[in-house]
């Protein structure tokens, strides 16, 4: 497995109860990892306690990558003299401040060779999204295009698998969420921007409803999508060097499937977070008009946050019931 979380359910299918657990950053080496990288002590604390505040974030730094990549993009903002406390660091904004620093800094392709590498990128993640596949051939990388060798180690590891008498060559994304990534920037991409894929769903609405009901694996790239519909904090990068945009009628569909989840008047709670994710208040305003009733089941303090950024863009919300866990919220602890 690549993830903690799907830990316990794979233990109920082994017939043999025997595994082994590779751990990544404990939380002591989180705190470690951020002062050797800042080396500034006010810096490191800064950043690490607005980590710390997002469970999502916070959770993937357990892989020394992610928490690299993290640090970076805290750091790169800092020296462009942002104020972090008062951005609010999603998962999409901070992997999207990393992809456009990578394409400034370490592609010598033209625009046209970047877009190219983007797209397949796009396809190939999506692809492999929809298939539970985080391993592909040669031949899958071939078909989207992204045989170039330049194209290949920014987002994708190769590793060399020794079959029988032959040797076979496999490529991953460097980390499932990078590939979560690139599949939710497939489906928001104009249609002219998208590669062709062969048996690929490209109905967002199959998207959507499977995350919710049938397949919680799709629920990150779910929130990737949503994220990406702030073209003001999130797109405006790639918008200016390559010109991609979110057609309004993205917005729309996303702003109408809300709506109508709006179940007389109560939502469910996840797409509370998917709504967080995009940090575009008109957006949220907007596909909570009609919320009335907010039921929330609070499980951590990031929870909370995301009911707080949702609730006071509820406009005509009438009753708000909060559940809280004892344990993350004993008694007396207000």
């Not at 357990?62 to 406390?85: A, F, H, N, S, Y």
Request: hydrophobic letters at 40%.
């Amino acid at each position: 497995t690549t993830r903690p979380t799907a830990l316990e359910p794979l233990s109920r299918c082994l017939e043999c109860s025997r595994h082994a657990e590779i751990l990544g950053f404990s939380v002591e080496d989180r705190v470690d990892f951020f002062h050797r990288f800042f080396q500034d002590e006010k810096q490191a604390k800064l950043a690490f306690g607005l980590v710390k505040q997002n469970d999502t974030l916070f959770t993937l730094c357990v892989i020394p990558l992610v928490c690299w990549i993290v640090c970076t993009v805290m750091k790169q903002e800092m020296e462009r003299g942002k104020d972090l406390q008062k951005t609010p660091y999603t998962l999409t904004a901070v992997y999207m401040l990393y992809l456009s620093s990578l394409l400034k800094f370490h592609h010598k392709e033209s625009k046209q060779d970047v877009r190219i590498n983007v797209k397949g990128l796009c396809s190939l993640a999506a692809e492999g999204i929809w298939k539970q596949k985080i391993l592909f051939m040669e031949e899958d990388v071939k078909k989207h295009n992204l045989d170039q060798e330049d194209s290949l180690p920014l987002f994708l590891n190769q590793s060399i698998f020794k079959r029988d008498v032959d040797c076979i060559q496999t490529y991953s994304f460097i980390h499932l969420s990078f590939q979560e990534f690139f599949a939710a920037l497939f489906y928001i991409l104009e249609e002219g921007e998208r590669q062709p894929s062969e048996n690929l769903s490209k109905n967002s609405q199959t998207l959507l409803e499977q995350a919710l009901h049938e397949r919680h694996d799709l629920t990150m790239t779910v929130r990737f999508l949503f994220g990406f519909l702030n073209e003001e904090k999130r797109m405006s990068r790639l918008k200016e060097k390559f010109g991609w945009k979110i057609p309004p009628k993205n917005k729309e569909f996303l702003i109408a499937w809300v709506k109508n989840y709006n179940n007389e008047g109560i939502l469910e709670e996840e797409i509370f977070s998917y709504l967080y994710e995009t940090q575009d208040d008109n957006f949220v305003k907007n596909a909570l008009y009609n919320v009335t009733t907010v039921h929330y089941d609070s499980k951590s303090f990031m929870e909370l946050m995301i009911l707080a950024y949702c609730v006071q863009h509820c406009q005509n919300l009438e009753d708000l019931y909060v559940e809280r866990n004892k344990e993350v919220f004993p008694p007396g602890n207000e």
